[in-house]
């Protein structure tokens, strides 16, 4: 039986994996659930358990709030830690500091321009 929640939830899985180019077998790939299982998640014919949820979601790289409740707030940023998340500590410590020399490049720049 397909209740709001579900198919809400389906619509939001569904429009979060084609926003990453994802096709259903791709997402069900990665995150070792059946396509059938994903087909039936987007459809809202069924729901998911907190596990399949944390699946989807680091596969998709959205929250689990975007999924369960909608909430767009923050995915930028919820994207980009997903992502972060991955990295081991040497790749994670060079990315902090690309992200420092570029602000500081930004802010130089910005400095420029007001002179």
């Known amino acids: 039986m397909k209740s709001e929640l579900n198919m809400a939830i389906g619509e939001r899985v569904k429009n979060a994996r084609k926003n990453n180019n994802m096709t259903r077998e791709a997402l069900s790939e990665k995150c070792d659930l059946s396509v059938q299982f994903i087909a039936d998640i987007e459809s809202g014919k069924k729901s998911m358990t907190t596990t399949s949820l944390y699946k989807i979601s680091r ?57």
């Open 59 to 115: 596969a998709l790289l959205v929250s689990c709030d975007y999924i369960v409740l909608g909430e767009n707030e923050n995915v930028k940023i919820n994207n980009i830690s997903s992502v972060l998340s991955q990295l081991d500590d040497h790749r994670l410590t060079c990315v902090q500091k690309i992200i420092s020399a570029f602000i500081e490049a930004q802010n130089d720049f910005n400095m420029e321009l007001q002179k």
